[in-house]
C-alpha cells in the first residue's frame, strides 16, 4: 500500500524547524489531555459514590467516546510530525493499543505461563520437562489427547458444515423465513454453560426401565422398545454425548458469520456459472466455498481454537469421569483444584503448541491473499 | 468490475439479485429448502423448548416426569421458578451491574480490534505477520492461567474491584478473537474500493473512519453478539476482578447463588436461564438487520 | 484510598510494552509482598470515615470492617451463620461481612496468589487450606500459649497445624458423617429394630428385601464432586476395619514409604464391604442408575415415603429437605431419625468420621484477630446449632443449645473412641477430589476394582 505517500510534504525543511516543533509538541498535549480527562473519569468511577445509573452513563461515555477520542487525539498528534517519522509511525497508531492490551492481559501471563511450565507443582524448583513429560504420558492425560482430536475433528466438522448450510438454505427463504430460522439456531449461543448443562442433563437422563423416563431422548428409545442409554456413563458414548452439546452451541456461531459471507457473494459470479451449465451442487462447491474460504478459514480457526480451550461443558457434565477428560479441562483442575501449577502450564503451553499449524495455515493464505 | 468510489455505506443494488434467486428456486425447490432448514431448527430447539416447558413446573414434577408430558395430562404450570429469580434481593441491581459490565467490554475491544485488523489487512509495517501469528497465537491462551497474574497488577494500580478493571480484562480476553475475526471480513474488502479512496487523498485515519469502518458493520454487528453474550454469562471473570460483594454482583451471579453452592435447587435455573436469555437476544434480534444486507454486492473480488 | 496519577500508567504502559518486546522483564510486576498491609479488598467501599456515628468509646473497632469468604451460598446457612456475629458486631464496631461463592476454591487460589487474599476465609477442607499456607498468618502467634488448647481438643488443633509447626487455621462448624438415617415411622410399622453391628445391619437389609422393601438409597450425582458420598463410605469402613494408624497412613502419610495404598488388602477390603451394599440392585432404591444418576440433596425423600429405608449420610442431611418440607422434625418420634453407623470389627471401637470448616487468616489487622478468635468460641456459631444443623468443635458449647437429635449427635461425637477427618478432604486434590471421585463413580459402574485402585495410586503426586 502506498496511500502515505500521497499526502504532500508542507514547507521546507527550515520552516518545519521553526514553526513543526512548537506544533508537535501542542499535538502531542493533545492526546495527553485526553487521556489526563479520560483517566480522571477513571478514578470517578471507581472511588465515587454517585448512583449507579450515573456510573453507568458515564461508563457509556466513557467506554464508546473515551476510546475514540484517543485515537483521534493521538492521530491529531502524528498527523503533525514531519513526514518520514509520520509515515513509520501511522500504522502503530492502528496496532499499537491493541498491542499493549493483548501484552499486558494475554502475552505478559502466557510468557509467565512458558516459564512455570518447567517448574514443580508450588513453582518453587526447576524441573525441567517433566511436566511435559506428565502431558504425553501419564495414561489420564492420553486419554485427554485422544478426546480433544476427537472433539476437533467432530465439532470443528459439524458446526462448519452445518453452519454452512444453514447459511446457504436460509438464504433462498423470505426474510422472515430466514430471521426466524436464524434466531432458533442461534439460541443455545446466549444459553450459559450452566444452562446448557440443565437443559442436556434431562436430554440425556435415564432412569431404570422399570420407571417412566424423563429424558428426552431415552423416552424416544425406550418408545421403540429400546434399552435405556447411559448417555454420560457409557464409555463408548459419552464423549459424543458431550461433543454434541459444543455442535448444539457452536453451530449459530459459525452461522451467524458464514452468513454474512455468503450474502457477499455477488449473484452476478453464480449466475455466471449457472448460465455456463453448472448445476447447483458444481455452484455451490466451485463457485461458493471458493469465493468465502477466507471466511470458512477464519471460522474454522476459531472454531478449533474455541474447542482446544473447551472445558465448561465437561467440568460441569462429567468433570472428565468415566475417560471424558479433556486437556482444558484436566488444566483447569490441576490448576485450582490439585494446586499444581507446573502441571497446568505445561498443559496450557501444548494448547498454545497445538496451534501452531493453524497458525501456519493462516499466515499462508494471508500471503496468498495480498500476492 | 469495480464499484465506484464512495465514501460511506456502499449499497450497490443488484438488478439480477431477485432473478438468481428465483432460478436456484426452481432447481433446488423451496419446499425441499423450508423442509431441511425446518427438521435443523426442530433439532435445534426441542432441548431448549423442553427446558421452557420445565420452566412453568416445579421440580418435583420435572423430576418425575417428562416434560412432553404436559401435552397429554393435565399438569398444573407455576411461575413459582420466574417469581424466585425475579423477586430475589438484588436481582434488580445485578441486572444493572451486568450491563455496566457488558456494554464497556463490548465497545472497546470492538474498537481496538477494527483499527488494529484495518492495520493488519491494508497498512504496510515492519513486524505485521509476527503480530497477526501473536494474535492468532493468542486467541489459545486459557483465560484462566492470566487470573493471577493480572489480579497481582491490578491490586498493585488499585483496580482490583473497580468497572474499569472489569472491561480492560473483558477487553484483553476478547481482543485476539475480536481483532482475528474483524481482520478476517476487513480483508476481503475489494482493494479497487480501497484504492480508490487512497487516489482521493485520504489519510488512513479517514480511509478507516469513513470507509472501512462502514464497510465492516456487518462482521462488527455479529463480534459484538459474541463479545455481548460471553460476557453476558461470565461468571469467573466478574468474581474474581469485581469482587464478591454482594454490590457489584452480576445476574451470573445471582443466579448461581439461588441455585445454592452443592445445586439444591436447580429448578431456579430453568426459569434463570430464559431471563437471562432476553437481553442478549434482544441485543442479537436488533443487529440482525445488519446481517442482511449485501453490503459489497455489486464488486467482485479476485 | 490511594490515587495513581496518568503519568505513573504511562509509565507503566511503556515498561509493559517494552516487557512485552524485550523479552521477559517483569517490569510490572508488583512488588511480592501485598499481604502485609494490604487492605481487606477494593470491591467493598471500605469506609474511611466511620460510617455511623457511635460512641467510640463502648465499641474499640468502630468503623472497621472485616470480611469472611466462604464456600457456602445457602441464603439459611448464611443468615444463621452471619446472626452469630451480632452481639460481637455490637459490642467490638466491627463490621462483619460474609462474602459466599460457590466457585470457592477457584476464587481463593486466585486471590490468595494474587495477591488479594480476603481477611479470612473459611475452607470447607483443610487440605485445600493447607496449600495457601504460607500465605496465612501463623496463629500461634495471634493467640497466647494454650488458648487454642482450651477451646478445642488436639486432635482438632493438629489437623490444622504444618509440619513445620505453623497453626494456620481454627475450626468453626463441625458436621459428624458416621450416621445412618431412617424414618421412625417406617421403622415402626414394618417392627425393625436399630442395629447395632455390621452383621445386624446387613441383616435388617436382607429382611427388608424380604419383606418388599427397599433397604438403601445411596444418591450420588453432585456434578463435578460427584463420587464423594461412596468415599465418604469407604472412610467409614476403613475406620472400622483397620487401625487409625493405617488410615492416617492411607490420608496423610507422614513419609512417601509409609503411604498405604488404595491397592493394599486393607483398603480393598473396604470397597469390598461398600460393594456388598451398593452394587447389590436388590439393597438399592432405583438400582445401580438411580445411585450414579440421582442428585444426593434427594437422599432423604425416598426414606419420608417408604421408597426406601435407610441412608448413610452426615448430620447435614435434614437441611437438605428443608426447601420442600419446612414442617420436618427429626428425632425418635419425628420424620426422620438417625442411628450411629454401627462398628464393623469391636477391636477398632467406636470410630466417628468428621468434616468441618476451617479459618485462616491472611491480612493481620488487630479487628481481623478479634474476629477470629470470636471464631474460636462456640458462641460464633450458636444460631448455627440451633438452627439444627451443625456441631460444635469448640468445648466451651453450651449444650442446651442443641435440640435433642443435634444432641444426640453431638453425644455421638464425644463418645467416640477414634475421630478421623473426611479422608478424602485430606488427601491431596489429585486424589481427594480426583481419583478417588472418579474411581468411585468407575467401581459403582461396574469396573473391576483392582485396575482401579492401581489407578488411584498412580495419580497420588510424588512430593
Same mark, same amino acid.
Given at each position: 500500500?502506498?496511500?502515505?505517500?500521497?499526502?504532500?510534504?508542507?514547507?521546507?525543511?527550515?520552516?518545519?524547524?521553526?514553526?513543526?516543533?512548537?506544533?508537535?509538541?501542542?499535538? =502531542?498535549?493533545?492526546?495527553?489531555?485526553?487521556?489526563?480527562?479520560?483517566?480522571?473519569?477513571?478514578?470517578?468511577?471507581?472511588?465515587?459514590?454517585?448512583?449507579?445509573?450515573?456510573?453507568?452513563?458515564?461508563?457509556?461515555?466513557?467506554?464508546?467516546?473515551?476510546?475514540?477520542?484517543?485515537?483521534?487525539?493521538?492521530?491529531?498528534?502524528?498527523? +503533525?510530525?514531519?513526514?518520514?517519522?509520520?509515515?513509520?509511525?501511522?500504522?502503530?497508531?492502528?496496532?499499537?493499543?491493541?498491542?499493549?492490551?493483548?501484552?499486558?492481559?494475554?502475552?505478559?501471563?502466557?510468557?509467565?505461563?512458558?516459564?512455570?511450565?518447567?517448574?514443580?507443582?508450588?513453582?518453587?524448583?526447576?524441573?525441567?520437562?517433566?511436566?511435559?513429560?506428565?502431558?504425553?504420558? #501419564?495414561?489420564?492425560?492420553?486419554?485427554?489427547?485422544?478426546?480433544?482430536?476427537?472433539?476437533?475433528?467432530?465439532?470443528?466438522?459439524?458446526?462448519?458444515?452445518?453452519?454452512?448450510?444453514?447459511?446457504?438454505?436460509?438464504?433462498?427463504?423470505?426474510?422472515?423465513?430466514?430471521?426466524?430460522?436464524?434466531? =432458533?439456531?442461534?439460541?443455545?449461543?446466549? *444459553?450459559?454453560?450452566?444452562?446448557?448443562?440443565?437443559?442436556?442433563?434431562?436430554?440425556?437422563?435415564?432412569?431404570?426401565?422399570?420407571?417412566?423416563?424423563?429424558?428426552?431422548?431415552?423416552?424416544?428409545?425406550?418408545?421403540?422398545?429400546?434399552?435405556?442409554?447411559?448417555?454420560?456413563?457409557?464409555?463408548?458414548?459419552?464423549?459424543?454425548?458431550?461433543?454434541?452439546?459444543?455442535?448444539?452451541?457452536?453451530?449459530?456461531?459459525?452461522?451467524?458469520?458464514?452468513?454474512?459471507?455468503?450474502?457477499?457473494?455477488? #449473484?452476478?459470479?453464480?449466475?455466471?456459472?449457472?448460465?455456463?451449465?453448472?448445476?447447483?451442487?458444481?455452484?455451490?462447491?466451485?463457485?461458493?466455498?471458493?469465493?468465502?474460504?477466507?471466511?470458512?478459514?477464519?471460522?474454522?480457526?476459531?472454531?478449533?481454537?474455541?474447542?482446544?480451550?473447551?472445558?465448561?461443558?465437561?467440568?460441569?457434565?462429567?468433570?472428565?469421569?468415566?475417560?471424558?477428560?479433556?486437556?482444558?479441562?484436566?488444566?483447569?483442575?490441576?490448576?485450582?483444584?490439585?494446586?499444581?501449577?507446573?502441571?497446568?502450564?505445561?498443559?496450557?503451553?501444548?494448547?498454545?503448541?497445538?496451534?501452531?499449524?493453524?497458525?501456519?495455515?493462516?499466515?499462508?493464505?494471508?500471503?496468498?491473499?495480498?500476492? | 468490475?469495480?464499484?465506484?468510489? +464512495?465514501?460511506?455505506?456502499?449499497?450497490?443494488?443488484?438488478?439480477?439479485?431477485?432473478?438468481?434467486?428465483?432460478?436456484? &428456486?426452481?432447481?433446488?425447490?423451496?419446499?425441499?429448502?423450508?423442509?431441511?432448514?425446518?427438521?435443523?431448527?426442530?433439532?435445534?430447539?426441542?432441548?431448549?423448548?423442553?427446558?421452557?416447558?420445565?420452566?412453568?413446573?416445579?421440580?418435583?414434577?420435572?423430576?418425575?416426569?417428562?416434560?412432553?408430558?404436559?401435552?397429554?395430562?393435565?399438569?398444573?404450570?407455576?411461575?413459582?421458578?420466574?417469581?424466585?429469580?425475579?423477586?430475589?434481593?438484588?436481582?434488580?441491581?445485578?441486572?444493572?451491574?451486568?450491563?455496566?459490565?457488558?456494554?464497556?467490554?463490548?465497545?472497546?475491544?470492538?474498537?481496538?480490534?477494527?483499527?488494529?485488523?484495518?492495520?493488519?489487512?491494508?497498512?504496510?509495517?515492519?513486524?505485521?505477520?509476527?503480530?497477526?501469528?501473536?494474535?492468532?497465537?493468542?486467541?489459545?491462551?486459557?483465560?484462566?492461567?492470566?487470573?493471577?497474574?493480572?489480579?497481582?497488577?491490578?491490586?498493585?494500580?488499585?483496580?482490583?474491584?473497580?468497572?474499569?478493571?472489569?472491561?480492560?480484562?473483558?477487553?484483553?480476553?476478547?481482543?485476539?478473537?475480536?481483532?482475528?475475526?474483524?481482520?478476517?471480513?476487513?480483508?476481503?474488502?475489494?482493494?479497487?474500493?480501497?484504492?480508490?479512496?487512497?487516489?482521493?487523498?485520504?489519510?488512513?485515519?479517514?480511509?478507516?473512519?469513513?470507509?472501512?469502518?462502514? =464497510?465492516?458493520?456487518?462482521?462488527?454487528?455479529?463480534?459484538? *453478539?459474541?463479545?455481548?453474550?460471553?460476557?453476558?454469562?461470565?461468571?469467573?471473570?466478574?468474581?474474581?476482578?469485581?469482587?464478591?460483594?454482594?454490590?457489584?454482583?452480576?445476574?451470573?451471579?445471582?443466579?448461581?447463588?439461588?441455585?445454592?453452592?452443592?445445586?439444591?435447587?436447580?429448578?431456579?435455573?430453568?426459569?434463570?436461564?430464559?431471563?437471562?436469555?432476553?437481553?442478549?437476544?434482544?441485543?442479537?434480534?436488533?443487529?440482525?438487520?445488519?446481517?442482511?444486507?449485501?453490503?459489497?454486492?455489486?464488486?467482485?473480488?479476485? | 484510598?490511594?490515587?495513581?496519577?496518568?503519568?505513573?500508567?504511562?509509565?507503566?504502559?511503556?515498561?509493559? *510494552?517494552?516487557?512485552?518486546?524485550?523479552?521477559?522483564?517483569?517490569?510490572?510486576?508488583?512488588?511480592?509482598?501485598?499481604?502485609?498491609?494490604?487492605?481487606?479488598?477494593?470491591?467493598?467501599?471500605?469506609?474511611?470515615?466511620?460510617?455511623?456515628?457511635?460512641?467510640?468509646?463502648?465499641?474499640?473497632?468502630?468503623?472497621?470492617?472485616?470480611?469472611?469468604?466462604?464456600?457456602?451460598?445457602?441464603?439459611?446457612?448464611?443468615?444463621?451463620?452471619?446472626?452469630?456475629?451480632?452481639?460481637?458486631?455490637?459490642?467490638?464496631?466491627?463490621?462483619?461481612?460474609?462474602?459466599?461463592?460457590?466457585?470457592?476454591?477457584?476464587?481463593?487460589?486466585?486471590?490468595?496468589?494474587?495477591?488479594?487474599?480476603?481477611?479470612?476465609?473459611?475452607?470447607?477442607?483443610?487440605?485445600?487450606?493447607? &496449600?495457601?499456607?504460607?500465605?496465612?498468618?501463623?496463629?500461634?502467634?495471634?493467640?497466647?500459649?494454650?488458648?487454642?488448647?482450651?477451646?478445642?481438643?488436639?486432635?482438632?488443633?493438629?489437623?490444622?497445624?504444618?509440619?513445620?509447626?505453623?497453626?494456620?487455621?481454627?475450626?468453626? &462448624?463441625?458436621?459428624?458423617?458416621?450416621?445412618?438415617?431412617?424414618?421412625?415411622?417406617?421403622?415402626?410399622?414394618?417392627?425393625?429394630?436399630?442395629?447395632?453391628?455390621?452383621?445386624?445391619?446387613?441383616?435388617?437389609?436382607?429382611?427388608?428385601?424380604?419383606?418388599?422393601?427397599?433397604?438403601?438409597?445411596?444418591?450420588?450425582?453432585?456434578?463435578?464432586?460427584?463420587?464423594?458420598?461412596?468415599?465418604?463410605?469407604?472412610?467409614?469402613?476403613?475406620?472400622?476395619?483397620?487401625?487409625?494408624?493405617?488410615?492416617?497412613?492411607?490420608?496423610?502419610?507422614?513419609?512417601?514409604?509409609?503411604?498405604?495404598?488404595?491397592?493394599?488388602?486393607?483398603?480393598?477390603?473396604?470397597?469390598?464391604?461398600?460393594?456388598?451394599?451398593?452394587?447389590?440392585?436388590?439393597?438399592?432404591?432405583?438400582?445401580?442408575?438411580?445411585?450414579?444418576?440421582?442428585?444426593?440433596?434427594?437422599?432423604?425423600?425416598?426414606?419420608?415415603?417408604?421408597?426406601?429405608?435407610?441412608?448413610?449420610?452426615?448430620?447435614?442431611?435434614?437441611?437438605?429437605?428443608?426447601?420442600?418440607?419446612?414442617?420436618?422434625?427429626?428425632?425418635?418420634?419425628?420424620?426422620?431419625?438417625?442411628?450411629?453407623?454401627?462398628?464393623?470389627?469391636?477391636?477398632?471401637?467406636?470410630?466417628?468420621?468428621?468434616?468441618?470448616?476451617?479459618?485462616?487468616?491472611?491480612?493481620?489487622?488487630?479487628?481481623?484477630?478479634?474476629?477470629?478468635?470470636?471464631?474460636?468460641?462456640? +458462641?460464633?456459631?450458636?444460631?448455627?446449632?440451633?438452627?439444627?444443623?451443625?456441631?460444635?468443635?469448640?468445648? #466451651?458449647?453450651?449444650?442446651?443449645?442443641?435440640?435433642?437429635?443435634?444432641?444426640?449427635?453431638?453425644?455421638? =461425637?464425644?463418645?467416640?473412641?477414634?475421630?478421623?477427618?473426611?479422608?478424602?478432604?485430606?488427601?491431596?486434590?489429585?486424589?481427594?477430589?480426583?481419583?478417588?471421585?472418579?474411581?468411585?463413580?468407575?467401581?459403582?459402574?461396574?469396573?473391576?476394582?483392582?485396575?482401579?485402585?492401581?489407578?488411584? #495410586?498412580?495419580?497420588?503426586?510424588?512430593?
Amino acid at each position: 500500500m502506498q496511500q502515505q505517500l500521497q499526502q504532500p510534504e508542507k514547507g521546507s525543511f527550515l520552516s518545519w524547524f521553526t514553526t513543526g516543533v512548537g506544533r508537535v509538541i501542542v499535538a =502531542l498535549i493533545v492526546p495527553i489531555i485526553t487521556f489526563a480527562i479520560l483517566w480522571q473519569s477513571f478514578v470517578f468511577m471507581r472511588d465515587t459514590e454517585a448512583p449507579k445509573l450515573l456510573i453507568a452513563l458515564v461508563a457509556l461515555v466513557v467506554g464508546v467516546v473515551g476510546v475514540w477520542a484517543l485515537y483521534i487525539g493521538t492521530n491529531f498528534f502524528i498527523e +503533525q510530525l514531519p513526514g518520514r517519522v509520520r509515515d513509520a509511525l501511522r500504522p502503530y497508531l492502528f496496532v499499537g493499543p491493541a498491542m499493549v492490551i493483548l501484552g499486558v492481559f494475554l502475552i505478559y501471563p502466557a510468557i509467565g505461563t512458558i516459564y512455570l511450565s518447567f517448574f514443580d507443582a508450588r513453582s518453587e524448583s526447576f524441573i525441567g520437562v517433566q511436566n511435559y513429560a506428565f502431558a504425553f504420558v #501419564d495414561s489420564a492425560m492420553l486419554i485427554a489427547l485422544r478426546n480433544n482430536l476427537l472433539w476437533i475433528i467432530l465439532v470443528t466438522g459439524f458446526t462448519v458444515s452445518v453452519g454452512l448450510l444453514v447459511a446457504v438454505l436460509v438464504d433462498r427463504l423470505s426474510q422472515w423465513e430466514e430471521a426466524a430460522a436464524k434466531s =432458533l439456531i442461534f439460541m443455545p449461543m446466549a *444459553i450459559s454453560a450452566v444452562g446448557a448443562s440443565v437443559i442436556w442433563s434431562f436430554m440425556y437422563f435415564a432412569k431404570p426401565i422399570t420407571q417412566p423416563q424423563i429424558g428426552t431422548l431415552n423416552a424416544i428409545i425406550t418408545g421403540f422398545g429400546g434399552e435405556p442409554v447411559l448417555f454420560l456413563l457409557d464409555k463408548a458414548i459419552n464423549n459424543f454425548a458431550l461433543i454434541a452439546i459444543q455442535i448444539w452451541l457452536l453451530t449459530g456461531f459459525c452461522m451467524v458469520i458464514l452468513s454474512s459471507a455468503v450474502k457477499g457473494v455477488p #449473484d452476478e459470479l453464480l449466475e455466471a456459472a449457472r448460465i455456463d451449465g453448472a448445476n447447483e451442487f458444481q455452484v455451490f462447491f466451485r463457485i461458493l466455498v471458493p469465493s468465502i474460504m477466507p471466511t470458512i478459514l477464519t471460522v474454522s480457526t476459531t472454531v478449533f481454537i474455541i474447542v482446544l480451550k473447551t472445558f465448561d461443558i465437561v467440568y460441569v457434565m462429567t468433570n472428565g469421569r468415566r475417560d471424558t477428560e479433556v486437556v482444558a479441562n484436566r488444566m483447569f483442575n490441576e490448576l485450582f483444584r490439585f494446586g499444581n501449577s507446573g502441571h497446568a502450564s505445561a498443559l496450557a503451553v501444548v494448547l498454545l503448541l497445538a496451534v501452531l499449524p493453524i497458525i501456519y495455515w493462516n499466515l499462508r493464505s494471508l500471503r496468498e491473499q495480498r500476492s | 468490475m469495480s464499484a465506484p468510489p +464512495q465514501t460511506g455505506p456502499i449499497t450497490v443494488a443488484s438488478p439480477s439479485r431477485t432473478a438468481a434467486r428465483r432460478s436456484l &428456486r426452481d432447481i433446488l425447490s423451496a419446499s425441499s429448502v423450508r423442509f431441511v432448514v425446518l427438521v435443523l431448527c426442530f433439532l435445534w430447539s426441542v432441548p431448549t423448548f423442553g427446558l421452557f416447558i420445565s420452566s412453568f413446573r416445579n421440580a418435583q414434577a420435572i423430576n418425575n416426569s417428562g416434560w412432553w408430558s404436559t401435552f397429554y395430562t393435565s399438569t398444573e404450570f407455576t411461575i413459582q421458578n420466574y417469581v424466585t429469580v425475579l423477586t430475589a434481593e438484588g436481582m434488580g441491581n445485578a441486572f444493572l451491574n451486568s450491563i455496566i459490565v457488558t456494554v464497556p467490554s463490548v465497545v472497546i475491544p470492538i474498537t481496538i480490534a477494527a483499527f488494529a485488523a484495518y492495520a493488519f489487512a491494508w497498512l504496510e509495517f515492519p513486524g505485521r505477520d509476527l503480530f497477526f501469528a501473536i494474535v492468532v497465537l493468542l486467541l489459545v491462551v486459557p483465560l484462566h492461567t492470566t487470573l493471577v497474574p493480572i489480579l497481582r497488577m491490578y491490586v498493585g494500580l488499585d483496580l482490583n474491584g473497580t468497572f474499569l478493571g472489569i472491561w480492560l480484562a473483558h477487553t484483553g480476553f476478547g481482543l485476539p478473537l475480536a481483532t482475528y475475526l474483524l481482520y478476517g471480513y476487513i480483508s476481503t474488502i475489494p482493494k479497487e474500493i480501497m484504492e480508490a479512496v487512497v487516489i482521493d487523498g485520504a489519510t488512513p485515519f479517514t480511509t478507516f473512519t469513513r470507509m472501512v469502518l462502514p =464497510l465492516s458493520v456487518p462482521a462488527i454487528a455479529s463480534f459484538a *453478539i459474541f463479545q455481548f453474550l460471553w460476557v453476558w454469562n461470565d461468571l469467573l471473570v466478574a468474581l474474581v476482578f469485581l469482587g464478591t460483594n454482594s454490590e457489584v454482583s452480576v445476574v451470573t451471579r445471582q443466579l448461581t447463588e439461588l441455585v445454592g453452592s452443592k445445586g439444591q435447587n436447580w429448578e431456579v435455573l430453568t426459569a434463570g436461564a430464559f431471563i437471562t436469555m432476553i437481553v442478549p437476544l434482544i441485543v442479537f434480534f436488533s443487529l440482525q438487520r445488519y446481517f442482511v444486507r449485501g453490503m459489497m454486492a455489486g464488486s467482485v473480488k479476485g | 484510598m490511594l490515587r495513581k496519577s496518568p503519568f505513573f500508567i504511562v509509565v507503566l504502559l511503556l515498561s509493559l *510494552i517494552l516487557a512485552a518486546c524485550g523479552g521477559t522483564q517483569p517490569a510490572a510486576e508488583p512488588t511480592d509482598a501485598p499481604e502485609e498491609a494490604q487492605p481487606a479488598e477494593a470491591t467493598e467501599e471500605e469506609p474511611a470515615e466511620p460510617t455511623e456515628e457511635e460512641p467510640a468509646g463502648d465499641q474499640p473497632y468502630a468503623g472497621t470492617t472485616v470480611t469472611i469468604f466462604g464456600a457456602y451460598t445457602e441464603q439459611a446457612e448464611v443468615e444463621a451463620f452471619e446472626q452469630g456475629f451480632v452481639p460481637f458486631e455490637e459490642e467490638t464496631g466491627i463490621d462483619v461481612v460474609y462474602e459466599g461463592a460457590s466457585d470457592f476454591e477457584v476464587l481463593i487460589a486466585t486471590r490468595t496468589e494474587g495477591g488479594n487474599p480476603p481477611d479470612i476465609a473459611g475452607f470447607p477442607q483443610p487440605g485445600l487450606m493447607k &496449600r495457601f499456607a504460607d500465605q496465612a498468618v501463623d496463629l500461634s502467634t495471634v493467640f497466647e500459649d494454650g488458648y487454642l488448647q482450651q477451646q478445642y481438643n488436639q486432635s482438632w488443633i493438629d489437623m490444622a497445624t504444618m509440619p513445620d509447626g505453623r497453626i494456620i487455621g481454627i475450626w468453626n &462448624r463441625a458436621i459428624v458423617k458416621s450416621l445412618v438415617w431412617y424414618s421412625p415411622a417406617q421403622f415402626a410399622e414394618a417392627g425393625y429394630e436399630i442395629p447395632t453391628t455390621w452383621e445386624e445391619l446387613v441383616a435388617l437389609s436382607d429382611q427388608m428385601v424380604a419383606d418388599g422393601k427397599v433397604p438403601w438409597y445411596a444418591p450420588m450425582e453432585s456434578g463435578n464432586a460427584t463420587g464423594w458420598v461412596g468415599t465418604d463410605w469407604i472412610e467409614d469402613i476403613m475406620l472400622r476395619t483397620t487401625s487409625v494408624e493405617n488410615y492416617d497412613n492411607w490420608t496423610v502419610p507422614a513419609a512417601p514409604e509409609d503411604r498405604l495404598l488404595f491397592a493394599s488388602p486393607e483398603v480393598k477390603q473396604a470397597w469390598e464391604y461398600i460393594g456388598s451394599i451398593l452394587l447389590n440392585e436388590d439393597y438399592v432404591y432405583g438400582g445401580i442408575l438411580s445411585t450414579l444418576q440421582d442428585r444426593f440433596f434427594d437422599t432423604g425423600k425416598p426414606l419420608l415415603t417408604g421408597e426406601a429405608m435407610m441412608a448413610k449420610q452426615g448430620s447435614y442431611m435434614p437441611g437438605w429437605l428443608l426447601e420442600d418440607f419446612p414442617e420436618l422434625t427429626v428425632g425418635p418420634n419425628g420424620d426422620l431419625n438417625y442411628f450411629y453407623f454401627p462398628p464393623i470389627d469391636a477391636t477398632y471401637g467406636s470410630p466417628v468420621l468428621t468434616g468441618g470448616d476451617v479459618y485462616s487468616m491472611y491480612n493481620d489487622r488487630p479487628e481481623v484477630r478479634e474476629v477470629l478468635k470470636f471464631l474460636t468460641t462456640a +458462641q460464633s456459631i450458636e444460631p448455627s446449632i440451633k438452627a439444627g444443623t451443625f456441631i460444635a468443635p469448640h468445648t #466451651d458449647v453450651n449444650m442446651d443449645w442443641y435440640d435433642e437429635a443435634n444432641r444426640g449427635i453431638a453425644e455421638i =461425637l464425644a463418645n467416640a473412641d477414634t475421630v478421623r477427618f473426611d479422608g478424602s478432604d485430606l488427601m491431596p486434590g489429585e486424589v481427594g477430589t480426583g481419583t478417588f471421585w472418579s474411581g468411585m463413580v468407575d467401581y459403582i459402574n461396574g469396573e473391576d476394582l483392582d485396575p482401579i485402585l492401581e489407578e488411584i #495410586d498412580a495419580s497420588w503426586p510424588a512430593q
